[in-house]
């Protein structure tokens, strides 16, 4: 699988938003799902978000409501749109094809209180 690109972390404050991009090259990514990831300082890395290839979405409970995931085929994109940010979003956030991959760099999202 070819390795995806996140974007789009950053400092914000409690109760901010933040839009997070995933980005992969191949003709194949549409048909793949996709999810996002997120290891905080201490933790194990946890599934956050993923959308299927056909749009279907679930979410972590920690953030149904807040945090909304979306893909662009046309330009090979999952997006990751978070609001209301609370303290316990902060971490490293990874987009990785669902089925498995070698993992990113990922983007940092570090929020204050």
């Known amino acids: 699988q070819v390795q995806l690109v996140e974007s789009g972390g950053g400092l914000v404050q409690a109760g901010g938003s933040l839009r997070l991009s995933c980005r992969a090259s191949?003709?194949?990514?549409?048909?793949?799902?996709i999810g996002w990831y997120r290891q905080a300082p201490g933790k194990q890395r946890e599934l956050v978000s993923a959308?299927?290839?056909?749009?279907?979405?679930n979410y972590a409970d920690s953030v149904k409501g807040r945090f909304s995931i979306s893909r662009d085929n046309a330009k090979n994109m999952v997006y990751l749109q978070m609001n209301s940010l609370k303290p316990e979003d902060t971490a490293v956030y990874y987009c990785?094809?669902?089925?498995?991959?070698?993992w990113g760099q990922g983007t940092q999202v570090t929020v204050s209180s």
């Open positions: 191949g003709s194949t990514f549409r048909f793949n799902a």
């Open positions: 990785n094809y669902f089925s498995g991959g070698s």
């Open positions: 959308i299927s290839s056909g749009g279907s979405t």
